[in-house]
């Protein structure tokens, strides 16, 4: 069956009105902005974004439907024999930068690539995923975090979530610091392996399943009391994540060698970062149990 | 002539201490602090850092010594046919972010290079430069800087300024804000072009000459008032500083790739950085006037 390119758009549209909607009632005082853009001859894109609400401190959700005559290599990673195709790709990605420490930061992302070669049948594939990053681990909400992503997994084989759930630990992962970004959840990508319609459905699953994954967080933690210090940690921590997104996401990577639209492709940087030389955590405090017990990969439904 | 890496190693190590006095003084409130460290059989270093001084927020001069048995990618950028050689760095970084707006960030690196395989003759280079990266624009501020960079290259002949002037301003740019990072400077990898002796005269004129580049600017600049609004510019310009480092700069990634020292790397990141999305700021603002007037190349010695 030939891709239908049509029906993904739609879906991915429906899914971004309701990720900012339903973030927006979440946050209770933010409005979330909507930029429509267009590049002649490389497609276009829809960026809402909000900036300091009274839960998200910046959060931005991006529809992209781009095309070129040169897909880059960061898009070609495992199949090198693509390098040069032209391409579609069609994507939403999402990006929760929460104000309160205890809130962590959220990301997903699902998209879908076409690629072609002269006298070759298109090639075509899903990527996705989703995956959190708290600043103050709880181990209930990493539980919850996990349950959600095997149940968006579970219609499509009990393999699915742990191969997913592996690949986003080794996907997440800072090798330069030896440590996850985060918590994980699921990471996929160059995913054909069953019919268009299946993977369509899989890729919905996992979109439609992050709300229920997330909000539930949101609202358990985002009365939670916290000083200066948390603040100060939570900014610090922020660093890795944009250590992670210049340094190693392969989305990033791929938006800015293609020459997307930076604004967009950057909105996932956090507001506010700090770094400092050689910071020496208090032993056993909660901060550096962050690293001990939380960013490194652990089977959280066997808890 | 064989390189003589010991001679090289007290002239880095001079200058380093150089450095830190010379910065500690201009600052008059901060200390540096310092850090040796050891890698066993991949070399070590010397880490000097200070932070939240009077006038600087943060500065780092790293000193190290490493040798492998792979060059990495990066820094075998024109030198491909080096890759897999066994090798050996050794090289002196400075980075200062000052508080103050209206100071301008300075970076500068010098540092030598041997590469050996079987049976081949060592093949050496020198690299390293300076470059300022102003918030706020000053015309005499460039003017002086480019002066004196030009003073460092007069020795070698005519050609060297304009050459390695144009080399920075081509290195420090940001491909995905089609911005470059600073006011640019000197920049130059690959040096062998004269012999051992002269090449090494070379980078230390380049390292001799980078504090009467700065310290007159820092001075100049270190009292003049400024509030919220600078502050919170400098801050959301820093991110600029932050994507280079990360996704361009060379010596971040060999670093990075080698797995270097990491606190030591990164020790050039800001210590407190913003993003905005799509940050509009008004037109004819000093805030605009910097893009449009400074992050361009120009001849400042024609000025």
């Known amino acids: 069956m030939s891709p239908d390119i049509s029906t993904i758009k739609h879906y991915l549209l429906t899914l971004q009105a309701t990720f900012c909607q339903q973030l927006q009632q979440a946050d209770g005082g933010g409005e979330f902005v909507t930029d429509n853009w267009q590049r002649s001859e490389q497609g276009g894109g829809r960026t809402c974004a909000l900036a300091e609400g009274a839960v998200i401190e910046k959060a931005g959700v991006n529809f992209s439907h781009v095309y070129g005559k040169k897909l880059p290599a960061a898009a070609t990673h495992q199949r090198p024999e693509l390098l040069d195709a032209t391409f579609q790709a069609i994507g939403l990605s999402l990006i929760v930068h929460p104000r309160n420490p205890y809130v962590p930061t959220a990301h997903a992302n699902i998209r879908f690539f076409v690629a072609e070669k002269p006298n070759q049948a298109p090639v075509w594939w899903f990527g996705g995923g989703f995956d959190l990053t708290p600043y103050y681990g709880f181990v209930e909400d990493c539980v919850h975090w996990h349950r959600v ?16 759930k592996k690949w986003a630990d080794d996907y997440f992962y800072l090798k330069h610091r030896q440590e996850n970004r985060g918590i994980g959840g699921l990471f996929f990508d160059d995913l054909h392996r069953w019919d268009f319609n299946t993977c369509f459905a899989f890729m919905r699953s996992v979109g439609d399943h992050f709300l229920p994954a997330y909000l539930p967080i949101v ?24 250590e992670f997104n210049l340094v190693y996401d392969r989305g990033t990577l791929f938006g800015l060698q293609w020459g997307g639209r930076t604004e967009s492709i950057l909105i996932s940087l956090p507001p506010q ?6 910071w020496q955590l208090a032993p056993d405090s909660a901060e550096a149990r962050l690293r001990e017990d939380f960013l490194t990969p652990r089977d959280w439904l066997a808890l």
């Open 273 to 278: 970062v700090s770094w400092y030389y050689d």
């Open 219 to 242: 609202e358990r933690r985002k009365n939670m009391s916290y000083g200066e210090s948390e603040r100060k940690f939570q900014c610090y921590r922020r660093g890795r994540y944009v």
């Open 149 to 164: 992503a095997q149940t968006a997994c579970q219609p499509f084989g009990d393999e699915v979530y742990p191969q997913y």
